[in-house]
């Protein structure tokens, strides 16, 4: 090849370039109106960049709608937060005067008994009479009993998934921020609990404290905390060998600092995720108690208990007995469920999008 | 480390916990408030000395280490002692009731894994497309459905309504007779809706993430055939999350089951469970939750069993 | 003709944020036998060459016009069965991770032996008598031992063997190496380039080399094309390319490199930063970073051209040297203004190479 008979002509040797000079670009001005793109994206916090585009996500964004429509419901459904007396000018005034519900869920008729849905009053005032919904076998009204259900189950759901998380987080955080014995110990606990099935758990739970609102919240928490706290503790231990933490401590920083200003923010993405897909599944847990007769009294417009109690009636043709309760929860947790993958491919975007077909 | 090693650390480690969780089901009883003799006589007012007697028979008046000893080392021959509700042996009881729930728990199992294991992998190898975003609505509706929901209106349209099923089981009938078969099918799609749900999702998205690995893209830089890519490469590393998933259907299923055997008023282990709560009948509890946790732990091991099978890093 | 020939190759990928123009216009010609080396900061469009050549592009990537003659034979026109027999066979890839790149759930010689079972359709037994054979090429020791074994039972270089042996096992004609030796260290490095260049030399296997390593480049490669922004802007021999460079960005390149014994006080870099190729610069892609450029930079896109001749050339003879830089074509009124220092000689580059 005439490569190698060139090479013998130039001499080879240690090359050295002069004269490229980097200073003559940078202080022109610029030749067009190209600019380079601004790819700061390190500048702003994962917590933004996964914000925007749970934004972008218009299923998650209808489960949320959805959910804020349910709450909304349900937080008016009935007049509530009566302010103390002795607060002048206020006091004794309502905090939430409204009553969504059209009638009292308790007021009982059993001539009116099993009414189907009606909208026969609709347009009279006040709708008295008027049961879009029907009526129970006692003659209450379903849609009031339904919008005062949505207050049962919707704050069991958050109070229990909220309390769970109060315990679940320190308790994984520790965990895995020690390790040793403290690691070994909250770990064996929470592979015990976890060895039974969740429902079978708090009905364990039910059975030595008895039924009720608060028991049942207590239940639900004795089951929900465990995923958190494995969660936030594989992540603190994976987050734990990265260098900005023994960064943080050579700088002498205390524990509880490294682990709430370093590790925390990375480590709760997956914990929120979970979190947010918690929330449904401990409404169709206290629903199930409901149903099952563990839970609330069953006089109570609690929506599981409600299917318990019109169980028969619906076998027996009263279809609308039962069916508003559980579409009711059905649409409430699929919102939650919406909301939970949204949240999770906002966190996570490489989750689901087509391959990068060999683009890096 | 061979299978084999793996398989006895692995067993050695369920020990302890199987040990905890007897005595977690053992010390239900004890953080009740109230004194367990009364829960014994249901609360009726008797003679001192009857019921001190009442506490001797059932060894209330030994230290608690003692009693759980005994408690356990019956429980490990299967005696659980007698039911307060009805007076058989516990054993009897549950003996009577486990196969329906096995049966149930057997047909909701299958068909789950027939129906969500292809149907995960067709939805991940042609994601993004029609097909793939109906069937992740589909699995989106089974997940939020409440499932005793479901069994209402399954029985409210196939039995009431279309007849086709009856509403009550059949009695009198063996386990494996056919009308209890059959009965026993409404049931287990119920379960099986939820639980199917789930494992779709699950396997679409460890397909997913393996369709992207650099061994997926190794082997087609090969020039392997692409059925054989898929099959040998992606499924077979897929199926390892399959697994693990497979062992969380099983609790899955048991909790799907109190709930849904309740519904279709089914002679199973759930129902039995929950009729017991409402009486108190701590010994029948006991024993169902004890058996329940050993069930599940066991469940676990052996996915994990095999889950070291399929991924050699494991063993190693 | 040569063993392969790329003509005008543009890719692109339809992203959400907008087309990506992976390459543009590529062309370049590798000889049987030949070790032709890629060179280019991330993002040049390196990778998405070889993957390319391979047929390996995916949504959302197209391969939008050109040809890519192997043996004569437009690999774009294949069908896809075709081409899968071309792949591992003739063509053969080894990738820069080596560890993502072997299935950790099969054995290494089972994913040696799988390819040869394909391609050459060997039996099971004949399958793995060629596989040992091939591992103990890359030297790897106790062959029959480690066919068994698994590879996170491998350490980094010997997983990099492996992966070599694979891609050797069909003895193929071309193989292309995307970064082999990014992720090891330095004396695995040597090892590993060593073994390649064995195996070229005794198997007359042509190889690209893929890198952003120019001490990789110069000890290793006959023939180099420096890419920037997906666009081919230097082509040349080794030789030519690090004493004679034509373009301002290889110059660049050069001169950043640190030397011992350089009295200056700073780093040398480029300055700026390379386009993302969605939105490129007008003009030569490279205006906006290079010391020499005037307003024709931003006006006209510079071809690809022989810096004796000026000329595109439809015949890429294998020895000329090309760059894309307007200074060629005659275009730019004061030239390009550096000095390359060997030793004592020192060479005046003006648009041209002035012989001492």
Same mark, same amino acid.
């Given at each position: 090849?005439?490569?190698?008979?060139q090479?013998s002509?130039?001499?080879?040797g240690r090359?050295?370039i002069?004269?490229?000079?980097?200073?003559?670009?940078?202080?022109?001005?610029p030749?067009?109106?190209?600019?380079?793109?601004?790819q700061?994206e390190?500048?702003?916090?994962?917590?933004?960049?996964a914000w925007?585009r749970?934004?972008?996500?218009?299923?998650?964004?209808?489960?949320a709608?959805?959910v804020?429509v349910?709450?909304?419901?349900a937080?008016?459904?009935?007049?509530? &937060?009566?302010l103390?007396e002795?607060?002048?000018?206020?006091?004794?005034?309502?905090?939430?005067?409204?009553?969504?519900?059209?009638?009292?869920?308790?007021?009982q008729?059993i001539l009116l008994? %099993?009414?189907?849905p009606?909208?026969?009053h @609709?347009?009279?005032?006040?709708p008295s009479g008027?049961?879009?919904?029907g009526?129970?076998?006692?003659? +209450?009204?379903?849609?009031?009993?339904t919008?005062y259900?949505?207050?049962?189950?919707?704050?069991?759901?958050?109070?229990a998934?909220?309390?769970?998380?109060l315990?679940g987080?320190?308790l994984?955080s520790?965990?895995?921020? %020690?390790?040793?014995y403290?690691?070994?110990?909250?770990?064996r606990?929470?592979d015990?609990?976890y060895?039974?099935?969740?429902?079978? @758990?708090?009905?364990?739970v039910?059975?030595? @404290?008895g039924?009720?609102?608060?028991?049942?919240v207590?239940?639900?928490?004795?089951?929900?905390?465990?995923?958190?706290?494995?969660?936030?503790? &594989?992540?603190?231990?994976?987050?734990?060998?990265?260098?900005y933490?023994t960064?943080?401590?050579?700088?002498?920083?205390?524990?509880?600092?490294?682990?709430? +200003?370093h590790?925390?923010?990375n480590?709760?993405?997956?914990?929120?995720?979970?979190?947010?897909?918690?929330?449904?599944?401990?409404?169709l847990?206290?629903a199930?108690?409901?149903?099952?007769?563990?839970g609330?009294s069953?006089?109570?417009a609690?929506?599981?208990?409600?299917?318990n109690v019109?169980?028969?009636?619906m076998a027996?043709?009263n279809?609308?007995a039962?069916?508003f309760?559980?579409?009711? @929860?059905?649409l409430?947790v699929?919102?939650?469920?919406?909301?939970g993958?949204?949240?999770?491919?906002a966190?996570?975007?490489q989750g689901?999008?087509?391959?990068?077909g060999?683009l890096? | 480390?061979s299978l084999?090693?793996?398989?006895?650390?692995?067993?050695?480690i369920?020990?302890?916990?199987?040990?905890?969780?007897?005595?977690m089901?053992?010390?239900?009883?004890?953080?009740?408030?109230?004194d367990?003799v009364?829960?014994?006589?249901?609360?009726?007012?008797?003679?001192?000395?009857?019921e001190d007697?009442?506490?001797?028979?059932?060894?209330?008046d030994?230290?608690?280490?003692?009693?759980?000893f005994n408690w356990?080392?019956?429980?490990?021959?299967?005696?659980?002692g007698?039911a307060?509700?009805?007076?058989r042996?516990?054993?009897?009881?549950?003996a009577?009731?486990?196969?329906?729930?096995?049966l149930m728990?057997?047909?909701?199992f299958?068909?789950?894994v027939?129906?969500?294991i292809?149907?995960?992998?067709y939805a991940?190898y042609?994601?993004?497309?029609?097909?793939?975003?109906?069937s992740?609505?589909?699995?989106?509706?089974?997940?939020?459905?409440?499932?005793?929901w479901l069994g209402?209106?399954l029985?409210?349209?196939?039995s009431?309504?279309?007849?086709?099923?009856?509403?009550?089981p059949?009695?009198g009938?063996?386990?494996?007779?056919?009308?209890m078969?059959?009965?026993t099918?409404?049931?287990?799609v119920?379960?099986g809706?939820?639980?199917?749900?789930?494992?779709?999702?699950?396997?679409?998205?460890?397909?997913?993430?393996?369709?992207?690995?650099?061994?997926?893209?190794?082997a087609?830089?090969k020039?392997?055939?692409?059925?054989?890519v898929?099959?040998?490469?992606?499924?077979?590393?897929?199926?390892i999350?399959?697994?693990?998933?497979?062992?969380?259907?099983?609790?899955?299923?048991?909790?799907?089951?109190v709930?849904?055997?309740?519904?279709?008023?089914?002679?199973g282990?759930?129902?039995?469970?929950?009729?017991r709560?409402?009486?108190?009948?701590?010994?029948?509890?006991?024993?169902?939750v004890?058996?329940?946790?050993?069930?599940?732990?066991?469940?676990n091991m052996?996915?994990?069993?095999?889950y070291?099978?399929?991924?050699p890093?494991?063993?190693? | 003709?040569?063993?392969?020939?790329?003509?005008?190759?543009?890719?692109?990928?339809?992203?959400?944020d907008?087309v990506v123009?992976?390459t543009?216009?590529?062309?370049?010609?590798?000889?049987?036998?030949?070790?032709f080396?890629?060179?280019?900061?991330?993002g040049?469009?390196?990778?998405?060459?070889s993957?390319?050549?391979?047929?390996?592009?995916?949504?959302?990537?197209?391969i939008e016009?050109?040809e890519?003659?192997?043996?004569?034979?437009?690999?774009?026109?294949?069908?896809?069965?075709?081409?899968?027999?071309?792949r591992?066979?003739e063509?053969a890839?080894?990738?820069?991770?080596a560890?993502?790149?072997?299935?950790?759930?099969?054995?290494?010689?089972?994913q040696?032996s799988e390819?040869?079972?394909v391609h050459l359709?060997?039996?099971?037994?004949a399958?793995?008598?060629?596989?040992?054979?091939?591992l103990?090429?890359?030297?790897?020791?106790?062959a029959p031992?480690?066919?068994?074994?698994?590879?996170?039972?491998?350490?980094?270089?010997?997983?990099?063997?492996?992966v070599?042996?694979?891609?050797l096992?069909?003895?193929?004609d071309?193989?292309?190496?995307?970064?082999?030796?990014?992720a090891?260290?330095?004396?695995i490095e040597?090892?590993?380039?060593?073994?390649?260049?064995?195996?070229?030399?005794?198997?007359?296997?042509?190889?690209?080399?893929?890198?952003h390593?120019?001490?990789?480049v110069?000890e290793f490669?006959?023939?180099?094309?420096?890419?920037y922004a997906?666009?081919?802007?230097e082509?040349?021999?080794?030789?030519?390319?690090?004493?004679n460079?034509?373009?301002?960005?290889t110059v660049?390149?050069?001169?950043?490199?640190p030397?011992?014994?350089?009295?200056?006080d700073?780093?040398?870099?480029?300055?700026?930063?390379?386009?993302d190729?969605?939105?490129?610069?007008?003009g030569c892609?490279?205006h906006?970073?290079?010391p020499?450029?005037e307003?024709v930079c931003?006006?006209?896109?510079?071809?690809?051209?022989?810096?004796?001749?000026?000329?595109?050339?439809?015949e890429?003879?294998?020895?000329?040297?090309?760059?894309a830089?307007?200074?060629?074509t005659?275009?730019?009124?004061?030239?390009?203004?550096?000095?390359v220092t060997?030793r004592e000689e020192?060479?005046?580059?003006?648009?041209?190479?002035?012989?001492?």
């Open positions: 090849m005439s490569t190698k008979s090479q002509q130039m001499n080879r090359i050295r002069e004269g490229f000079d980097a200073e003559v670009v940078e202080k022109r001005e030749l067009s109106s190209w600019q380079p793109e601004l700061s390190e500048s702003k916090s994962r917590m933004y960049y925007r749970f934004k972008r996500n218009r299923l998650a964004l209808f489960g709608a959805v804020t349910m709450v909304l419901l937080v008016f459904a009935r007049p509530w &937060g009566e103390p002795w607060l002048p000018v206020i006091g004794g005034m309502l905090l939430q005067p409204f009553s969504l519900a059209p009638q009292d869920p308790a007021s008729d008994g %099993y009414q189907p009606t909208v026969q @609709l347009f009279s005032w006040p008027l049961h879009l919904f009526t129970d076998w006692a003659g +209450r009204d379903l849609l009031s009993r919008l259900g949505g207050r049962w189950s919707l704050s069991i759901g958050f109070i998934v909220g309390v769970a998380l315990i987080v320190p994984g520790i965990a895995g921020y %020690y390790g040793g403290v690691d070994e110990f909250i770990m606990i929470v015990m609990l060895a039974f099935p969740f429902i079978v @758990l708090a009905i364990a039910i059975t030595i @404290l039924r009720g609102y608060w028991e049942m207590l239940a639900l928490v004795v089951v929900g905390w465990l995923s958190y706290a494995r969660i936030i503790r &594989g992540e603190i231990l994976s987050v734990k060998q990265n260098e933490v960064a943080a401590k050579a700088l002498g920083a205390k524990d509880r600092t490294v682990i709430i +200003r590790i925390m923010p480590a709760m993405a997956p914990v929120i995720v979970q979190a947010t897909l918690s929330v449904g599944s401990v409404v847990t206290a199930a108690l409901g149903f099952l007769g563990l609330l069953p006089a109570t609690e929506w599981g208990v409600m299917l019109e169980q028969d009636s027996r043709g279809w609308w039962g069916m309760p559980g579409i009711a @929860l059905f409430f699929m919102a939650i469920n919406l909301i993958d949204g949240v999770r491919d966190f996570d975007p689901d999008k087509r391959g990068s060999g890096r | 480390m084999q090693r793996f398989i006895l650390k692995r067993g050695l369920t020990i302890p916990l199987l040990i905890g969780v007897s005595i089901t053992f010390g239900m009883i004890h953080f009740i408030p109230g367990p009364d829960f014994i006589t249901q609360f009726a007012d008797l003679d001192p000395d009857v007697e009442i506490r001797s028979q059932y060894g209330l030994q230290p608690v280490y003692i009693q759980y356990m080392s019956d429980a490990i021959m299967l005696d659980f007698n307060i509700t009805t007076n042996t516990v054993s009897a009881e549950i009577d009731r486990l196969p329906y729930t096995l728990g057997s047909m909701a299958l068909v789950t027939i129906t969500a292809p149907l995960g992998i991940a042609h994601r993004n497309t029609r097909i793939d975003q109906t992740r609505v589909f699995a989106l509706l089974g997940i939020a459905l409440p499932n005793f209402l209106i029985i409210l349209v196939f009431s309504y279309l007849g086709l099923f009856p509403v009550l059949p009695t009938e063996g386990l494996l007779s056919t009308d078969i059959f009965y099918i409404l049931p287990a119920t379960i809706t939820g639980a199917t749900a789930l494992m779709m999702r699950l396997m679409r998205s460890s397909m997913v993430e393996e369709l992207d690995k650099d061994y997926v893209r190794t087609r830089a020039g392997l055939p692409e059925k054989t898929i099959r040998k490469h992606v499924v077979r590393n897929s199926l999350s399959v697994v693990t998933v497979a062992a969380i259907q099983v609790a899955f299923i048991i909790s799907g089951s709930v849904v055997e309740v519904v279709f008023s089914y002679p282990i759930g129902r039995l469970l929950v009729e709560v409402q009486t108190r009948d701590f010994p029948v509890i006991q024993a169902l004890l058996i329940i946790g050993v069930f599940v732990i066991f469940a052996l996915a994990d069993i095999i070291a099978y399929l991924d890093r494991i063993r190693y | 003709m040569a063993l392969l020939e790329v003509e005008n190759l543009n890719v692109r990928f339809y992203t959400e907008g123009k992976a543009n216009d590529l062309s370049y010609q590798i000889e049987a036998g030949e070790r080396g890629v060179v280019g900061e991330s040049a469009g390196k990778s998405v060459t993957l390319a050549l391979m047929r390996l592009i995916d949504e959302p990537g197209v016009s050109g890519i003659r192997f043996k004569g034979q437009n690999l774009l026109d294949l069908e896809y069965e075709e081409m899968r027999q071309i591992g066979n063509i890839m080894i990738f820069q991770d560890e993502t790149a072997l299935n950790p759930a099969y054995t290494v010689g089972e040696i390819a040869i079972r359709g060997l039996g099971e037994k399958a793995k008598e060629r596989a040992l054979e091939k103990e090429s890359v030297g790897i020791p106790d031992q480690r066919y068994t074994d698994y590879p996170h039972q491998f350490s980094g270089g010997m997983q990099q063997r492996a070599i042996a694979m891609a096992s069909c003895d193929p071309l193989i292309i190496a995307d970064e082999p030796t990014t090891l260290d330095v004396t040597a090892q590993i380039l060593s073994l390649l260049e064995d195996i070229c030399k005794e198997t007359d296997t042509a190889i690209q080399l893929i890198t390593d120019l001490g990789v110069a490669c006959e023939r180099v094309m420096v890419m997906g666009h081919p802007v082509m040349a021999t080794v030789e030519d390319l690090y004493y460079p034509q373009h301002p960005y660049g390149l050069m001169s950043s490199i030397r011992i014994g350089d009295e200056r700073r780093l040398q870099t480029i300055p700026g930063r390379m386009p190729l969605i939105e490129n610069p007008p892609n490279f906006p970073r290079c020499y450029a307003d931003t006006r006209m896109e510079p071809p690809l051209v022989d810096v004796e001749t000026g000329l595109e050339q439809d890429l003879a294998d020895t000329s040297q090309m760059a830089c307007l200074e060629h005659g275009d730019l009124q004061k030239g390009l203004d550096y000095t060997v020192s060479m005046h580059a003006d648009g041209g190479v002035t012989d001492e």
